[in-house]
């Protein structure tokens, strides 16, 4: 899914999890601030899980409440 956002941003290798945040947060939440704050949150959370887990992280932080999210 994450492959999937960063194509369709065409995101470059700077900041990717602050722009993938942002740019998911607006395109869901749309003018709803609330609703932008919480998807940003868990988007920045959720990509932060992925960069430990693909790029070694002995330790698996990956729940099943991540994967319903």
């Known amino acids: ?3 999937v956002l960063e194509a369709i941003f065409n995101l470059d290798a700077e900041d990717i999890t602050e722009k993938l945040a942002k740019y998911t947060a607006k395109l869901l ?3 709803n601030k609330k609703l932008y704050e919480t998807i940003y949150k868990d988007m920045k959370n959720l990509y932060n ?3 430990n887990y693909i790029h070694g992280s002995k ?3 990956i729940k099943e409440k991540d994967i319903d999210l």
């Open 59 to 61: 330790m698996n932080s």
């Open 1 to 3: 899914m994450f492959s």
């Open 29 to 31: 939440a749309e003018n």
């Open 49 to 51: 899980k992925r960069s």
